[in-house]
């Protein structure tokens, strides 16, 4: 028993030591995208020489229209992370609130909210967000708004399956016998609980906005107006940059947005793995 447990102790160093790597590397891009005005060595609307290779002035070399790779890179980390959160913050929200709503009072509450939780689940999201980002003018804040509110059915799921175990708890019980009302119950008791599973699922919405932002950039159904990766990518293949093998322009905006999801990846699985076996050892 005392072996297993040491192994299991192990494996919690482990999965910590992995959150670690997740979030250093994203403290990088978080710090990129909050002083990028001090980082970015230019504007990235300055105009240089246009389709330069990397040089001591232009690491990344620039872009058709003269903008420094780098420079966009760096803001891109902005939009690209803001697009990310606030997609997470939206789809987390929604995903509590119907789900607290759905595993506390259960009976018809639960059938309904949850037939409309299935039914957004069997959407095609990029497929539907594409036909409407196509469909409307293409904007930063609508490609987030889709997203958030296309996001929330799996954190709905997940919180009111969490709130189904704790609704009978002889805490919440005792609660209710001192005539404390729902909304409290739900806030105060039930809520503060399941916080461990509600984390790492908005880590790894992030994670899924971002990659869906990039995406619909990279199809050319963002924002224009907005330095995000999705977008360089975008340029990049449509401005002859795969055609003329300018890796420095095509790469580093892929090689962001793979190392940015890793990162929250690895924060969003280790957060879930580390609960699971220290509740499993309580």
């Not at 670690?20 to 990235?44: C, N, Q, R």
């Amino acid at each position: 028993m005392t072996h297993h447990l040491e192994e299991m102790k192990k494996y919690v160093i482990e999965k910590t030591n992995l959150n670690f790597v997740g979030i250093s590397l994203f403290l990088v891009f978080l710090i990129l995208s909050l002083f990028a005005e001090f980082i970015s060595p230019y504007s990235p609307w300055d105009r240089f020489e246009p389709y330069s290779s990397p040089s001591a002035t232009h690491i990344l070399g620039t872009n058709d229209i003269g903008n420094d790779i780098l420079s966009e890179l760096i803001y891109g980390t902005r939009v690209s992370l803001i697009v990310g959160f606030g997609a997470s913050m939206i789809a987390t929200l929604l995903g509590i609130i119907i789900g607290l709503l759905s595993g506390y009072y259960r009976g018809l509450t639960d059938e309904i909210l949850m037939a409309i939780t299935d039914i957004f689940l069997m959407i095609p999201r990029i497929p539907l967000i594409i036909i409407l980002a196509a469909l409307l003018r293409p904007s930063f804040w609508i490609i987030m708004l889709l997203i958030g509110f296309l996001w929330w059915p799996t954190t709905a799921r997940v919180v009111r399956s969490s709130t189904l175990q704790l609704r009978d708890a002889s805490f919440v019980l005792s609660s209710k016998s001192i005539g404390f009302s729902d909304n409290k119950i739900l806030l105060s008791d039930i809520l503060p609980n399941i916080v461990y599973v509600i984390i790492p699922k908005f880590m790894l919405t992030i994670a899924s906005a971002m990659f869906s932002e990039a995406s619909i950039s990279f199809l050319g159904l963002g924002d224009p107006s907005m330095k995000s990766w999705g977008m360089m990518l975008n340029f990049a293949f449509m401005k002859g940059g795969l055609i003329n093998e300018m890796w420095w322009w095509y790469l580093p905006p892929g090689f962001c947005i793979v190392a940015v999801v890793f990162s929250l990846m690895l924060i969003g699985f280790s957060l879930e793995e580390k609960e699971n076996i220290v509740m499993g050892l309580e």
